[in-house]
Structure formats: structure tokens, C-alpha cells
């Protein structure tokens, strides 16, 4: 096929519409990434506020403003909707999405507890709707460069894993308010869980923990210990209470690898037993890094499947168990969990367990499915804007550090 038929395919793929529930930073960022990739429009935004709603359709260019999110769901030319609002809302939200057939990508954490995720996954499985969560690193195409250089025998056999991801976020209000599932474990912890399962799997034995509490009752800073069947180790580190330097370490028999920055891979390199650096590659430049999970949430929506392959529905689904697992350890329970308790079922009282230091955590195992190798397309490459405070590379990363959201 010469240039001037594949210019007229091209020509001919109809342009998909993303919608945004929710007007906070994030939401910004995901617009502006979206205005730079080929094939895509930001169609629609919403939020509670409607006069938001037009201020963010002006400022990104964004066609159409509701002032409710059940609006927005009625409108039949919406391909994908993004969720952009709290943790808090994110099972509400999704449910009005797939109750409606609208495809959603929801921000992380996909949930507030595990129950809720299951429900999500049921009914949209029952509806025949997409739904994935948006942990963007899953989706970034370098994971298959750390992949293949940690499994390549550089290092040799790892042994264990260390990461830690910090911010300074005490003056977000959301992420005080038990009431909107705050706390460091949904909003930075994640991305390290993610992490270890990412580059070592999910055949874990045992995990210990750790945290200190805000006076509001959320965790400000977390410790979790993770073990694996074959012996090896993660020990990861998550909190906001102050900036950290972001690294992810391997350790293996014959040296070890370091990732800088596990919240936007930057680089990898590889060290030998003399501290000696061996290999160094750079990550590719993005848009923002966003770009990665539309793309594939767009392709599987096109072949009619209702997972990414990147983030399947198990692995959602035992990465909050997990974060469950560690809340009961240290006593944290959001107030809307015991008001469901209370109302599904027939207690005298609701017992909740105290908060310790460190404890061991039942982690219930579920099998991560098998990744390809393959790539994930490439995104559209487009001039970076330049900003007054922030290098281009970490334009998603700066507004997921205040990530002031509705």
C-alpha cells in the first residue's frame, strides 16, 4: 500500500471521543495529553459545578460541558469515559458509566476496598461494558525494557526488590478525609505494589507491615515487607509526609538495576558486583505518559474485550485485597465501609481491629495472568509544551503530586 492509499485509510478512522468525570488537575492533564495524539478528541468534560465544567471546556478545548455526571453518561457519542474524582467515588461513578454501556478508564486506586472493585467487574461483565484501571505504569511501553533487562541474566538471579514513592501532600484535603478514602497507601502506596507485582509476581507467602497515622486517621507513611515463595523479597516504602527520590532497586547475585522514578519510569541501569555500570537506557519521550492506557483501552475496546491485558480484572481485584489487608492491620476503616457493613448485614456492633505497628497480613494469592512481551503501540509523537516550574517529562507526575481533584 503506497503513501497516498495509506494516507486515505487514515483518513477514514473515525475519531474517538474521551469524556472526563471529574474537573481537578488530573483531568487537566489527561485533556492536554489527549489535544496531542492522533485519532483522539476530548469531547466532553464534566462535574458537579457546571460553571467548572465550562471554565475546563474553554481553557482545554473540549466541545461539550455538563453540569451533572448523569448527563454526561446520556450522551450517545462518548466512546470512553475517564474518572478523574476521589477514591471515594470511583465505585459510584464507574456503576453510572456501565449501567449507561459507557467504557470507563478509572483512575487509581480503582476502588475503595476489594468488594467494591468485584461488583464493578460483575456488572460490567454482565453489561458487556470495558472497564480498567488507570495505574499508567502498567501501560508505559519502558516496562518491557525493565522486564527484559531484569530477566536477562545481567544481574543474575534477583533476590530482592526495594522501592519507595513520597510526596509532601498533608495540604491536599482529600487525602486527610477518611470520609474520601485518603491516606498514603490508595494514592502513592499503590504504584509501589504495583511495582513489586510488575517485576515479581504474585506467589507471595507473607506480608508484614507498618505505618504512622494522621490525627484525622489515615496512613501518613507506610512500610509493607512483602515475601515470596521462592525466597525473594520487596520491601517497599510509600508515604506524604515529604518528597522521596522515587528509585526501584533489584538486587541480584551478579549486581543489581536501578529505575528512576517508579510514579514515570525515566531511565534504568544496570551495575555488576563492582558497583560498575554495565548498561544505561533512557526512557522514550511521551506525551505525557498518559497517552499509553487510552491507547490500549481504545484497542480493547475495538476487538470487543472488556480488560486490558496490561491491567487484567484479577490483578486489580488482588492488588486490593491487598491494600484491604494492610488497612484491617493497622485499624483504618472509611466510615461509608461501616455504614455498608451495618446496613448489608444484622450486627450488634461493627469490631474494628486496633491499630499496631506491624503486623502480618493474610494475603489471599491469586494468580497474575500471563503478560506478552509485546509492546503496546506507539503513541502519537508530539511537540512537548513547555512550563514555567515543570520539565515536560513530569507534567503528569506534578499534577498527581497536588492532584486536587472534585
Known amino acids: 500500500m503506497d503513501r497516498i492509499e495509506m494516507k486515505g485509510v487514515w483518513n477514514m478512522v473515525k475519531q474517538k471521543r474521551i469524556a472526563i468525570m471529574g474537573a481537578g488537575n488530573i483531568a487537566g492533564v489527561m485533556a492536554k495529553t489527549i489535544k496531542k495524539m492522533k485519532h483522539v478528541k476530548c469531547y466532553a468534560i464534566a462535574s458537579r459545578d457546571l460553571g467548572r465544567a465550562k471554565e475546563f471546556a474553554k481553557k482545554y478545548g473540549v466541545k461539550k460541558a455538563y453540569g451533572s455526571y448523569e448527563e454526561m453518561v446520556q450522551d450517545p457519542k462518548i466512546d470512553l469515559v475517564y474518572i478523574a474524582t476521589p477514591h471515594s467515588e470511583h465505585y459510584q461513578n464507574m456503576k453510572l458509566c456501565i449501567e449507561c454501556g459507557k467504557a470507563v478508564l478509572c483512575e487509581k486506586a480503582f476502588t475503595a476496598n476489594a468488594e467494591q472493585a468485584e461488583e464493578i467487574f460483575q456488572l460490567a461483565k454482565e453489561k458487556g461494558v470495558f472497564v480498567t484501571e488507570a495505574i499508567w505504569t502498567r501501560y508505559m511501553p519502558f516496562l518491557s525494557t525493565i522486564r527484559g533487562i531484569v530477566s536477562s541474566g545481567m544481574i543474575g538471579t534477583p533476590s530482592m526488590l526495594t ?16 470520609e474520601l478514602a485518603g491516606g498514603a497507601l490508595l494514592d502513592v502506596g499503590v504504584y ?14 507473607r506480608v ?16 509493607v515487607t512483602i515475601t515470596y515463595r521462592d525466597g525473594r523479597m520487596a520491601v517497599l516504602n510509600s508515604t506524604m509526609l515529604g518528597m522521596s527520590d522515587r528509585r526501584g532497586i533489584i538486587y541480584g547475585t551478579n549486581g543489581y538495576v536501578e529505575i528512576e522514578n517508579i510514579n ?3 531511565s534504568i541501569t544496570v551495575y555488576d558486583n563492582s558497583r560498575k555500570v554495565i548498561k544505561s537506557v533512557k526512557a522514550p519521550k511521551q506525551i505525557s505518559g498518559y497517552e499509553y492506557e487510552v491507547i490500549s483501552s481504545l484497542n480493547a475496546i475495538d476487538r470487543g474485550q472488556l480488560e486490558c491485558w496490561e491491567m487484567p480484572h484479577a490483578e486489580t481485584v488482588r492488588i486490593m485485597r491487598m491494600m484491604d489487608d494492610l488497612r484491617k492491620a493497622w485499624g483504618i476503616v472509611y466510615p461509608f465501609e461501616v455504614e455498608a457493613t451495618m446496613e448489608s448485614e444484622s450486627v450488634e ?31 502519537t509523537v508530539a511537540a512537548l509544551e513547555e512550563m514555567e516550574e515543570y520539565t515536560p517529562l513530569f507534567v503528569a507526575e506534578a499534577a498527581k503530586e497536588s492532584e486536587v481533584q472534585e
Do not use: K, W
Not at 163 to 172: A, I, K, M, P
Not at 196 to 201: Q, T, V, Y
Open 163 to 178: 522501592c519507595n514513592l513520597g510526596y509532601h501532600l498533608v495540604h491536599v484535603p482529600r487525602l486527610m478525609q477518611p
Open 192 to 205: 509501589t505494589l504495583n511495582f513489586a507485582a510488575m517485576l515479581f509476581g504474585a506467589d507471595i507467602t
Open 264 to 266: 514515570n519510569f525515566e
Open 208 to 223: 508484614t507491615s507498618s505505618c504512622t497515622m494522621t490525627p484525622t486517621g489515615v496512613d501518613a507513611s507506610n512500610s
Open 349 to 379: 456492633e461493627t469490631e474494628v481491629a486496633e491499630v499496631v505497628e506491624e503486623a502480618l497480613v493474610s494475603v489471599v494469592n491469586a494468580p497474575m495472568e500471563e503478560i506478552p512481551a509485546a509492546i503496546v503501540e506507539e503513541a
